[in-house]
T-cell receptor, first 112, second 113 residues
Framework: NAGVTQTPKFRILKIGQSMTLQCTQD?????MYWYRQDPGMGLKLIYY???????DKGEVPNGYNVSRSTTEDFPLRLELAAPSQTSVYFC???????????FGDGTRLSIL | GENVEQHPSTLSVQEGDSAVIKCTYS??????FPWYKQELGKRPQLIID?????GEKKDQRIAVTLNKTAKHFSLHITETQPEDSAVYFC????????????FGKGTHLIIQP
């Protein structure tokens, strides 16, 4: 039982490039989340999903897209990378009965 | 939307002393209040949480208190140890609007030997 798995762990992108951050969970959780954490700050919600085929915006969705085709996977896409998107990205999931959330180990992304 | 304020931003205490971190929130519908510990380069780890029908919860050296009327909750760590050094985040969850946690900005706890 691996919990929440994120790949890659580190990535450097050039401005304007695109990439997909992968997140998968093996706990059969309906709810999944993407957060970003800027240096010295708390986490901010980017997007979330309450089940396969259903996604919605969080506090800071601009510049990102998500999809949820299966219960297990919730990828986050950056279409045109900008320096402001340099951050650590955490994926999380929870069961249908409510919190707590389980976090992945994060993806550290630098855009130069 | 919800706004969570956390204080202090840095807290330095002598080993063995107690540490208290406080958070206030704005959304009266918030009903779940977790505390996370984050070590450098690691994921946030849940250390204790409390729900709105409870005023206090304890787990060994860690306790959380909640005052729903005043909209604030606090983390108390007693008999601090070097391994308690980390950044601590409070968060709230209301389940309405955008589903997800709203985090405070964090407190860097430093345990002085």
């Amino acid at each position: 039982n691996a919990g929440v798995t994120q790949t890659p762990k580190f990535r450097i992108l050039k401005i304007g490039q695109s990439m997909t951050l992968q997140c998968t969970q093996d706990m059969n959780h309906n709810y999944m989340y993407w957060y970003r954490q800027d240096p010295g700050m708390g986490l901010k919600l980017i997007y979330y999903s309450v089940g396969a085929g259903i996604t919605d915006k969080g506090e800071v969705p601009n510049g990102y897209n998500v999809s949820r085709s299966t219960t297990e996977d919730f990828p986050l896409r950056l279409e045109l990378a900008a320096p402001s998107q340099t951050s650590v990205y955490f994926c999380a999931s929870r069961g249908i009965m409510g919190p707590p959330q389980h976090f992945g180990d994060g993806t550290r992304l630098s855009i130069l | 939307g919800e706004n969570v304020e956390q204080h202090p931003s840095t807290l330095s205490v002598q080993e063995g002393d107690s540490a208290v971190i406080k958070c206030t929130y704005s959304d009266s519908a918030s009903n779940y209040f977790p505390w996370y510990k984050q070590e450098l380069g690691k994921r946030p780890q849940l250390i204790i949480d409390i729900r709105s029908n409870v005023g206090e919860k304890k787990d060994q050296r860690i306790a959380v208190t909640l005052n729903k009327t005043a909209k604030h909750f606090s983390l108390h760590i007693t008999e601090t140890q070097p391994e308690d050094s980390a950044v601590y985040f409070c968060a709230t969850y209301s389940g309405g609007g955008a589903d997800g946690l709203t985090f405070g900005k964090g407190t860097h706890l430093i345990i002085q030997p």
